[in-house]
């Protein structure tokens, strides 16, 4: 018989090879982490905590409402119809499927329930963008041949599929609240592939100064805080302090859309700081001295229209100059005039705007001003064909003027998805 003190050596030993074969195994996993030069990145759960700029810990208060009293008369019904051909003309159809930007667009209109105007049950646009049964050269993310999980960007405007900015994808999934386990199709990966794997490789080849690295910011400051850092697949440390440092050393209307997303990324980091300590007050103090910049700039560069334009922060800009006259651009009759930088930049600002702290707002009557020229550009005679080249100057200025003036329209920040199934009758 086996005596009862060999029975415990045995235990013991068995204990030991178990203990030792964990070790080996959470070893090997290093190792490997550090041979492919990626740190996983254990971010589960943040879009539940932040959900992009979906939960109120994030979303800044509103901009001022603006009444109709301080515009010329216009019957509230007839100038939502109006408004409602507008958006009716940025509905996405089911033949504009493989059109990325449009389709990004159209999610940050109507959020992550966006559908299209036509086909069977108005299918989902965010399936349409991330669908992985899709076939090779539809898909929005491909697996290069570094082994990262990339973007496709689109070289010329008549491209179709791919994103105009870099990161500008992952930016407005996370915008819109899309989950880092959402699968996403990823031309030559493999199925079961998620957003994560996209955004953790976006992670992998960060450098400071990269390329449009404010779309880049957004979506880092909205799915990896807690935490604060990660590694590089060069084994670079970075922090999102050194993140922000990198867009504060660019000029202030550096950028597309004359700087606006360098800001609006400025504002979702000092959001997310609220929360979460992810800046060192340094950096924090950098981005207040750069919003308050860039408020007095709006103040002192704003056009007699109420317009802002993409050189708003030229130091030798003079708004009085401002040759470009919108009565002499739009007695034309065409879809160039109401693409101006204006629309767009002043679009865009109020944008920032929305989820900017209240104190970078400039004075209600500079808001007011601003967002009664978008109206009156929206509410021009264009067809839905114009409106429809048109989409990005469009659609943000459409939505700052539901925001402001019509802010019972929305569903809390979107247009609700239901309104797109009624276009369908129309």
Request: glycine content about 6%.
């Amino acid at each position: 018989m086996v005596s009862r003190k060999q029975n415990i050596i045995r235990l013991l030993s068995k204990a030991v090879i178990n203990c030792s074969l964990c070790c080996l195994v959470v070893a090997s996993g290093l190792l490997l982490a550090r041979v492919l030069s990626i740190r996983p990145v254990p971010i589960t759960g943040r879009t539940a905590a932040i959900r992009g700029f979906g939960g109120p810990h994030v979303i800044s208060p509103a901009l001022p409402r603006i009444p109709n009293d301080s515009h010329q008369q216009v019957d509230d019904r007839h100038e939502l119809e109006r408004l409602r051909a507008v958006e009716h003309a940025l509905a996405p159809r089911v033949s504009d499927r493989n059109q990325s930007s449009r389709l990004l667009h159209a999610l940050l209109t109507w959020g992550p329930q966006a559908r299209f105007i036509d086909g069977s049950d108005h299918p989902l646009v965010i399936d349409a963008l991330l669908d992985n049964q899709k076939p090779a050269g539809e898909c929005l993310f491909y697996l290069a041949p570094d082994g990262l999980i990339r973007v496709n960007v689109r070289q010329r405007a008549s491209e179709r599929v791919g994103e105009a900015h870099h990161d500008q994808a992952l930016a407005i999934l996370a915008v819109i609240g899309i989950s880092l386990d959402r699968r996403i199709a990823v031309e030559g990966g493999v199925d079961g592939t998620t957003l994560r794997d996209a955004f953790n490789s976006m992670l992998s080849r960060f450098s400071p100064g990269m390329y449009e690295a404010e779309w880049s910011a957004i979506s880092i400051a909205t799915y990896l805080p807690p935490l604060t850092s990660w590694k590089t697949r060069w084994n670079e440390e970075f922090t999102i302090s050194d993140l922000a440092r990198s867009l504060l050393k660019a000029d202030i209307s550096e950028g597309s859309c004359g700087g606006s997303h360098k800001l609006q990324s400025l504002c979702v980091l000092l959001r997310v700081n609220e929360r979460f300590p992810i800046l060192d007050a340094s950096t924090a103090a950098a981005i207040d001295e750069r919003l308050q910049t860039a408020r007095s700039l709006l103040i002192k560069n704003q056009l007699e229209s109420g317009a802002w334009t993409t050189s708003w922060a030229h130091p030798e800009f003079d708004p009085s100059l401002d040759l470009a006259s919108s009565s002499k651009e739009y007695a034309k009759g065409d879809a160039a005039a109401i693409s101006s930088d204006r629309l767009l930049a002043t679009g865009h600002h109020l944008d920032w705007l929305s989820i900017a702290p209240a104190k970078y707002h400039p004075p209600e009557d500079v808001i007011i001003k601003a967002v009664n020229y978008c109206r009156e550009e929206l509410l021009r005679e264009h067809s839905a064909e114009e409106f429809g080249k048109i989409i990005c100057p469009v659609t943000h200025a459409l939505m700052a003027v539901y925001r402001c003036v019509y802010s019972n329209q929305l569903d809390g920040r979107w247009l609700s998805s239901e309104r797109v199934k009624s276009f369908a009758t129309q």
